[in-house]
């Protein structure tokens, strides 16, 4: 099949790379010509584990390809996807629909008559009718169908995700819309692939209250992490507790800074702002958000607190910028607010992050970088681990107590078991567990 993605960002590249892989003849459109010529030069714009060998491999055999130019892509296509960016649009936290409206303003005019559209980027419910009222006006002798097919894979674990999905939602009451799109995904499986047909505005839905019942389970779990410090229990076993319960299920009960991302807090805040815009309150999940929009700054009072009162003039050496591993992706990382508070408070903070530099320099200002984690924390009054990344997961703790100035390590992320940590000397806190403090 011919298909083209537009956008060329996490969704669009990894869909499109992995779609080529199973035989399909792909072509990513993107606007932004500096990432189109990185692309051609083989050069992968974003950091996400195997996708440099699946281009290339893909490009290489003739199935994969990348232009700016829409017009000499989009009219062969048996199906154009957007990939586009959905942002929180400043100011109001609705979903900025402008990339999406424009895109289809684009593609419609040079689609083939029987043609699909496929949004994979997330939009409030509604959304597919606007594309399709904008179709009809620019086409209305043309049957092109507008799906919706929202994609769930996680940065990080992209490719694995995507080729091995737990379903694939598919929002249409179109019959030849649901064949074509049948056999989109048909290389994916050699059984019955988990296909769920369903409505546009029920597709839709689907992708909003999945992405808000799972920042609902990690907000959850933080603030009875909040309630374990204080009464001397511990939420790493609590989770377990409750996740060993197959109703719960042990998945994103991990207690932490709170979530980040480009998904989950435009995600939940956008479901919010169109809920209501249809008259329907969305308490839980306004809570989820502003429970969360706190957390991340408290965190940084955690390592005022464990620095004794106070960080001025202390050096605090941070590890891990990036909203969780194997990503370079910072948008709404909790390292952002924890180090503009530590700033706020006057620290010095000093950072390392093995693949997220390049992208925070963008989004933080007074921050030295070092290349690892122990010349990282040379002279730091304080170690806080933000992200996990397998790098800080088994650091040397005695040499790391031979470089710091003050031996104390706040772990974000719960990867150390305290006695180990106190043993080589050092004051230890964690998150929803005993600590020194
Ligand atoms: P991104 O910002 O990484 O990429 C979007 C790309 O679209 C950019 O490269 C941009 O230049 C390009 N673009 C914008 N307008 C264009 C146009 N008219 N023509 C061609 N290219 C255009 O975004 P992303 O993280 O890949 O997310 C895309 C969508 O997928 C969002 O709606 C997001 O919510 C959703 N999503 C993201 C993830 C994720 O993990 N990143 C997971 C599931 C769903």
């Not at 209305?140 to 080729?163: M, T, Y």
Request: overall charge negative; hydrophobic content about 45%.
């Amino acid at each position: 099949m011919q298909i083209v993605m537009i956008g060329a960002g996490y969704v669009g590249l990894v869909s499109g790379a992995c779609f080529s892989d199973f035989g399909h003849n792909v072509i990513c459109v993107d606007k932004d010509e500096d990432r189109i010529a990185a692309l051609r030069q083989a050069r992968i714009p974003i950091f996400e584990p195997g996708l440099a060998d699946l281009v290339e491999r893909n490009v290489r055999a003739g199935r994969l390809s990348f232009t700016a130019d829409a017009s000499s892509a989009v009219p062969g296509a048996d199906v154009v996807f957007l990939a586009v960016g959905t942002p929180s649009r400043r100011g109001d936290g609705f979903a900025d629909l402008s990339f999406i409206y424009a895109a289809v303003r684009e593609i419609v005019p040079l689609m083939a008559e029987n043609g699909v559209i496929a949004t994979k980027s997330t939009v409030p419910v509604g959304t597919g009718d606007e594309i399709e009222r904008i179709v009809r006006e620019l086409r209305p002798e043309a049957s092109i169908a507008v799906v919706s097919n929202p994609e769930f894979l996680r940065e990080g674990a992209a490719i694995d995700d995507f080729k091995r999905p737990d379903r694939i939602v598919i929002g249409t009451d179109d019959a030849c819309a649901r064949a074509v799109m049948g056999e989109v995904y048909r290389p994916l499986y050699l059984n019955a692939a988990p296909l769920v047909f369903v409505s546009r505005p029920t597709a839709e839905v689907i992708k909003y209250a999945a992405n808000a019942f799972l920042a609902t389970k990690i907000t959850f779990i933080n603030e009875i992490a909040d309630l374990c410090e204080q009464v001397g229990a511990n939420v790493s076993d609590v989770a377990r507790g409750i996740g060993l319960d197959k109703r719960i299920g042990p998945k994103f009960l991990h207690a932490g800074p709170g979530y980040g991302g480009s998904c989950f807090p435009k995600d939940t805040l956008a479901l919010v702002k169109s809920a209501n815009d249809h008259g329907v309150a969305m308490r839980v999940v306004e809570a989820v958000v502003a429970v969360n929009d706190q957390r991340k700054r408290a965190m940084a009072r955690k390592v005022v607190t464990a620095c004794g009162g106070s960080v001025r003039g202390k050096r605090i050496a941070v590890l891990g910028l990036t909203f969780k591993p194997n990503t370079d992706d910072m948008r709404e990382a909790p390292s952002l607010s924890i180090i503009r508070a530590l700033q706020d408070g006057g620290a010095i903070v000093h950072a390392h992050d093995p693949e997220g530099e390049s992208q925070a320099r963008e989004l933080l200002s007074d921050v030295t970088y070092f290349a690892d984690a122990y010349s990282c924390a040379e002279g730091a009054d304080a170690i806080v681990i933000v992200t996990e990344w397998e790098a800080f997961r088994a650091l040397d703790l005695a040499r790391l107590r031979t470089l710091l100035h003050t031996p104390v390590l706040v772990d974000l992320r719960n990867v150390y078991p305290p006695d180990e940590v106190k043993r080589h000397g050092f004051t230890y806190v964690g998150i929803g567990r005993p600590t020194d403090m």
